[in-house]
Every structure is written in C-alpha cells, then in structure tokens.
C-alpha cells in the first residue's frame, strides 16, 4: 500500500507565494510521474502541472511562469511552488503518483490541501 500526504496549503494574499510538498510511503519500488491538481468550488478537478521520473514537466496553461513542479526521488517527494497567487487559484489541491509496488504500476491519490487567495 501506498499513502500520499500534502502539505503547505493555506491562506495567502493575491501575489504571495506557497509551497506544496507531496511526500510518498509504503511499499514503494518506484515512482513514475507525479502530477498536481486542483478543484476550485463549483469546478470540476483540472490538471495543474505534471512531471516525469527524468525531470520533464507539463503546466497547464493558467499556471504557466508562475507554478513551478519539482521533485526529489531520494526522499520520494514532489513539490509545487505557486508564485504571483491569484484569486482564482483558490481551490483544494491533491498530489497524484504513478507508482510501481512490487507488481503492476497504478495513479494514488492525497487527501488534498487547501489553498486560499484572498485579501
């Protein structure tokens, strides 16, 4: 079994800065890519950022030069630094693994963290 854990959320003023961790445990081989997403109220969930085991990354467009994806493979850890926070980047937060056990790889799940933007 393997358990994601988020962490970092909270409240911030439009234009500060936040930094999620994603940390990964349990009967890890290893892990594939990671990725972040959120769900704003009222929203549905959307891709914010992906990355690869070797390092390359995808955004979303909404995020783009302001979110910055990273990852540690030795401590099994990813990362989101959210800079020039908006508003609208307010939602629930969840990190999301592809990972190999010792069998076939599968996506996990965290629990989510929240982000708020407000002044």
């Known amino acids: 079994q393997v358990q994601l854990v988020e962490s970092g959320g909270g409240l911030v003023q439009p234009g500060g800065s936040l930094r999620l961790s994603c940390a990964a445990s349990g009967s890890i081989f290893r892990i594939n890519a990671m990725g972040w997403y959120r769900r704003a109220p009222g929203k549905q969930r959307e891709l914010v950022a992906t990355?690869?085991?070797?390092?390359?990354?995808n955004y979303a467009d909404s995020v783009k030069g302001r979110f910055t994806i990273s990852r540690d493979n030795a401590k099994n850890t990813g990362y989101l630094q959210m800079n020039s926070l908006k508003p609208e980047d307010t939602a629930v937060y969840y990190c999301?693994?592809?990972?190999?056990?010792?069998?076939?790889?599968?996506?996990?799940w965290g629990q989510g963290t929240q982000v708020t933007v407000s002044s």
């Open positions: 999301n693994a592809n990972v190999n056990t010792y069998g076939p790889s599968r996506d996990y």
């Open positions: 990355i690869t085991r070797d390092g390359s990354t």
